[in-house]
């Protein structure tokens, strides 16, 4: 193996570690609130853990990946990397809820840089074949970590403190920092300052921002029809079109509109977020049924929901070893379809439906999931030029987690409307009216994965 070789191989094993400690950290908290919330006596401000972690990561992920276009991969993620790290210190030494909030919030913003930074590095030092392999790989992590992280929170809840959950960050950091730095070595041609479009990220932060936050609040903290909640989509719709006037006419706009004019992009993109509107409804709906109209335990419904973590990675892995052989829009297609026939399974559950049928549309789900993803991230990576390979990246984040906001928020204004009383009929028929929209979900998502432009000529640097 040449010095060149080691060395990319020592980068993507930090880089792995960056992103483990990254997916992990959702997974790892869900399971210390209890513990968090008897600490620091907050009960009312909990779903701010996640929901302060969730709004910035949304807002600086498309902002990194265009810094990283600008100034370089390696100094992005360094930012990113420093952020998360002091944020983690920061939370595990909080002493009130208010003070984890905040603390949360710079957590989330180094979190913003990581994923597509990390994701845009391993697009620039691998190319054709093993891109696609290395990427299967690297989203992997997500589904590894949604296994482990329950386990590894338990752990140090019940044997040392919740506030280790945070800590443990800090050695792998540091793994992190000493082989990326050590071992990356970058050419990159940095922009001067006057080039960057301040304009365009205050406005875009402005305009996400409120309407994360009518989403993250509404139905719960306000009414969807209180004037806090109008205001706030009122104050998104206007800095959103202001934001995409100046995106027209900056010399480096923070989210070029052109990614948006090409089909290898938009159309992943728009698959990105449908599905990950799917992935959102089943894992936040399946746990209620297994427990609320089967009758199981927490601990099972939770484990339950492992086949799809399982499925998802060993679809990830086998579309990335094999989609310059059949092409990458075979197999997000092959995905849709998986996904869409998951949600249909999904819709004929009931109440005398077996644990069986609930694990089988598990891994349907979570391997069409798998057959949609790497291929679609090595699409995006191929047809973007090298210049606007991290802001191409970072927009793929971007969607995929407003998906997921944006589904949770519509799926709960609806369960709203039908469950009155927490009985077993009424959550059943929420439940099923949630199903059917998944199933609506799933049928436009196979209608958009139709529109995938097909390859004439493919080459081994092209997916599709």
Same mark, same amino acid.
């Given at each position: ?14 880089l ?7 997916a ?23 779903g ?33 990397l ?33 994923t597509?930074?990390?994701?845009t ?11 696609? &392999?290395?990427q299967?790989?690297?989203? @992997? ?5 949604? /296994?482990?992280? $329950?386990? =590894?929170? %338990?752990? +140090?809840?019940?044997?040392?403190s919740?506030r280790?959950?945070f ?10 920092f000493v ?18 479009d ?9 305009s996400i ?7 993250l ?33 900056? &010399? ?5 509109? @052109? ?5 290898? /992009?938009t159309? $992943?993109? =728009?698959? %990105?977020? +449908? ?14 049924w ?19 973590s ?13 989609m ?53 991230i ?11 390979? %991290? ?37 059943a ?19 958009i994965?139709g ?14």
């Amino acid at each position: 193996m040449s010095q060149k070789q080691t060395n990319r191989t020592v980068v993507t094993i930090g880089l792995l570690s960056a992103l483990f400690i990254g997916a992990l950290d959702s997974t790892v908290v869900t399971t210390a609130t209890t513990s968090i919330v008897k600490d620091l006596q907050g009960l009312s401000l909990i779903g701010w853990i996640f929901s302060i972690y969730t709004l910035t990561t949304c807002v600086t992920t498309p902002i990194f990946g265009k810094l990283a276009d600008l100034f370089g991969r390696k100094s992005i993620f360094t930012i990113g990397l420093s952020l998360f790290l002091i944020g983690s210190v920061l939370c595990g030494a909080a002493e009130t809820m208010t003070q984890l909030i905040w603390f949360r919030a710079i957590q989330g913003i180094g979190a913003g840089a990581l994923t597509p930074v990390i994701f845009t590095i391993i697009g620039d030092m691998y190319t054709g074949e093993q891109r696609g &392999k290395v990427q299967g790989v690297l989203s @992997s992590m997500w589904s590894i970590a949604g /296994l482990v992280g $329950p386990f =590894v929170g %338990g752990y +140090f809840v019940d044997t040392i403190s919740w506030r280790w959950i945070f800590y443990m960050n800090i050695p792998i950091s540091i793994i992190s920092f000493v082989l990326v730095l050590g071992f990356m070595h970058e050419k990159f041609k940095k922009v001067s300052r006057s080039s960057i479009d301040y304009l365009g990220a205050l406005t875009f932060t402005i305009s996400i921002s409120s309407l994360l936050l009518a989403l993250l609040t509404g139905g719960e903290t306000y009414a969807w029809d209180s004037v806090a909640i109008v205001v706030l989509f009122a104050v998104a719709a206007v800095f959103l079109v202001i934001f995409l006037y100046i995106e027209t006419i900056a &010399k480096e706009p923070m989210l070029p509109l @052109s990614l948006f004019r090409e089909r290898r /992009l938009t159309i $992943p993109y =728009v698959l %990105g977020f +449908f599905g990950f509107c799917i992935v959102a409804g089943v894992t936040i709906y399946i746990p209620l049924w297994i427990q609320n109209v089967m009758g199981l335990s927490a601990t099972l419904s939770g484990l339950m929901l492992m086949p799809m973590s399982l499925a998802w990675p060993f679809a990830s892995n086998l579309s990335g070893r094999y989609m310059f052989r059949f092409g990458a829009r075979r197999f997000m297609l092959l995905g849709t379809i998986m996904v869409a026939c998951g949600a249909l399974w999904l819709f004929t559950l009931h109440e005398g439906s077996s644990y069986w049928n609930v694990i089988g549309l598990l891994v349907l789900i979570g391997f069409g999931m798998g057959c949609i993803n790497t291929p679609a991230i090595v699409t995006i990576q191929n047809s973007a030029a090298d210049n606007m390979r %991290g802001v191409a990246t970072s927009t793929n984040s971007f969607m995929g987690t407003l998906g997921q906001t944006v589904a949770v928020a519509v799926f709960g204004m609806l369960f709203n409307r039908i469950v009155v009383e927490e009985v077993p009929s009424q959550m059943a028929a929420g439940m099923h009216a949630i199903f059917i929209l998944l199933v609506a979900i799933a049928l436009v998502k196979i209608f958009i994965a139709g529109l995938l432009p097909k390859a004439s000529k493919v080459k081994a640097a092209e997916a599709v």
